[in-house]
Nanobody, 126 residues
């Protein structure tokens, strides 16, 4: 599986961006697709995740109600719609996929994800 992330950029506070993660290779319905971000000096944190089948959607508290994860099966692409962006959302954003073996209690563990996109920078600033 290869992942290609795109869609980052500079946006003003309160604005929106949609990140895309195009996947190639074999993906099963149980594959967990996730979005992480990493700000300078901070650990990589899970933002949202979902099974490729569309079930089991998860959001971290800091983005609930603002970010939405979705996928287009025909395009083999996962999206992260980000609304009401704040300066503290500034980070490099990564998409990731596991080997369809991660249980719910482990979804925030970066070691569970073996496939990573290259990262796309999101800067929220006026």
């Amino acid at each position: 599986v290869q992942l290609q992330a795109s869609g980052g950029g500079l946006v003003q506070p309160g604005g929106s961006l949609r990140l895309s993660c195009a996947a190639s290779g074999l993906i099963s319905g149980r594959t967990l697709m996730a979005w992480f971000r990493q700000a300078p000096g901070r650990e990589r944190e899970l933002l949202a995740a979902m099974r490729w089948s569309g079930s089991g959607t998860y959001y971290t508290d800091s983005v609930k109600g603002r970010f939405t994860i979705s996928r287009d099966s025909a395009k083999k692409t996962v999206y992260l719609q980000m609304n009401s962006l704040k300066p503290e959302d500034t980070a490099v954003y990564y998409c990731a996929a596991d080997r369809a073996t991660t249980i719910l209690s482990e979804i925030a563990n970066t070691a569970r994800y073996v496939y990573w996109g290259q990262g796309t920078l999101v800067t929220v600033s006026s």
